[in-house]
């Protein structure tokens, strides 16, 4: 009869340590997933931030060429020392018309603010991947720990052949937020 139970404690002490190498995975998926999560609403924040000033510069120049085109009508009635004042207002508006368009220095022009919304938008999405690999690979690990200390309590080895396959699914979630975030996306 203590065969039966020796044998018993070594099968449960496999599984205790099968289930301590499942809540230490268990314990990365979800670091991992909180921290993707925290990415993805930080990009999104970031790409939110920078649409908004894309269109401010676009209500600036629209403003901007309107009174632009107000004033180009008034110019031709105009007297000569007036002409000249609202051409150099032209020239200056236009300039700060184009510099709203493009600039590369700063890079805060619309088209330089486009590209970085966007590329903020591709991270966000990115850790969004990420985290929905992650949230897999966490309850599938948490499966596999139910059903290991179910193992315990019931000693159905099935249970166990069922830990170690949804174990290794989370592995694989895991594995694939970390290096293929996109994989599943393309089946």
């Known amino acids: 009869m203590s065969t039966g139970h020796g044998h018993l404690d070594a099968s449960n002490k496999r599984i205790a ?9 268990l314990a990365l998926s979800e670091t991992l997933g909180k921290n993707a999560q925290t990415g993805a609403l930080s990009h999104n924040v970031d790409a939110s931030n920078l649409w908004a000033f894309f269109q401010a510069k676009s209500i600036r120049q629209t403003v901007v060429r309107t009174a632009a085109e107000g004033m180009e009508v008034g110019r031709t009635s105009a007297s000569p020392e007036t002409a000249a004042t609202i ?14 368009e493009s600039e590369p220095e700063t890079q805060e022009g619309r088209k330089e603010i486009a590209l970085r919304a966007k590329a903020a938008e591709t991270a966000r999405d990115l850790s969004l991947a990420r985290y929905h690999h992650y949230e897999l690979a966490s309850a599938a690990i948490q499966i596999a720990i139910v059903l290991a200390s179910a193992a315990v309590v019931t000693g159905i080895a099935a249970l166990i052949w069922l830990t170690g396959a949804l174990g290794f699914i989370g592995l694989l979630f895991t594995a694939l937020g970390l290096w293929a975030p996109h994989s599943l996306h393309l089946l």
Not at 17 to 25: D, K, R, S, T
């Open 87 to 100: 051409a150099a207002t032209l020239e200056r508006w236009n300039k700060n018309v184009g510099r709203w």
């Open 17 to 25: 340590l099968l289930i301590a190498v499942l809540a230490l995975f």
